[in-house]
């Protein structure tokens, strides 16, 4: 016997109370990665040289700024991503208390999405590399960067030691590594 079907609006209402969001994406940019790369190794050998002695960083504030990027990334990248479906919960919440301690060491409020600060942190970075500095500093809106463009490339050029975000870089290194373990094994 047919039965009578809720209205779709109530459908969806009860469905919007049920779902959970979904999950954050974000990717980086074209030249994050040059030539026929992995953006996920190329990002997790990055950041784990630069975030792994405060000095790697100091002076650079384009080479901060493309790290920071990158870490925002893997941190919304590792969890959602199929080939790592066996890296350790640790991992993950690594990079979630990593990325407290750099959003509070730049000024970046806690609930900003990852894509706006990536896609500003890469204008940035590629302003500064051709010597613009005020295109730089502009290419960090007050929305993300509430100190302002200039004040954030100077904690740029000058980043504290970070050593929850070095913690989390090592651990998606030792993710990967094992990843490439598991994957020679099979062989």
């Known amino acids: 016997m047919f039965k009578p079907l809720l209205p779709l609006a109530a459908l969806v209402a009860m469905g919007a109370c049920t779902l959970p969001p979904p999950p954050q994406s974000a990717s980086l940019p074209n030249d994050a990665v040059v030539g026929a790369g992995d953006p996920l190794r ?3 050998n990055t950041t784990a040289f630069a975030f792994s002695s405060q000095s790697q960083l100091a002076g650079r504030p384009a080479q901060a700024a493309r790290a920071v990027a990158q870490m925002e990334w893997l941190t919304v990248e590792l969890p959602g991503n199929p080939r790592l479906t066996n890296v350790s919960p640790t991992v993950f919440n690594q990079l979630v208390q990593a990325r407290a301690e750099w959003r509070a060491a730049l000024g970046i409020p806690a609930g900003a999405e990852a894509q706006p600060v990536i896609d500003a942190l890469y204008a940035a970075a590629r302003a500064l590399g051709s010597r613009q500095s005020s295109e730089a500093a502009a290419a960090l809106p ?3 960067f509430p ?17 929850l975000t070095n913690r989390a870089a ?3 290194t030792e ?7 598991a994957s ?3 062989l």
């Not at 100190?147 to 050593?163: D, K, M, S, V």
């Not at 993710?175 to 373990?181: G, K, Q």
């Open 42 to 44: 190329s990002a997790v």
């Open 142 to 144: 007050a929305s993300l």
């Open 147 to 163: 100190q302002g463009g200039a004040a954030t490339l100077t904690r740029l050029a000058a980043l504290p030691g970070l050593p």
């Open 170 to 172: 090592v651990g998606a």
């Open 175 to 181: 993710a990967i590594r094992d990843l490439d373990s």
């Open 184 to 186: 020679s094994r099979r």
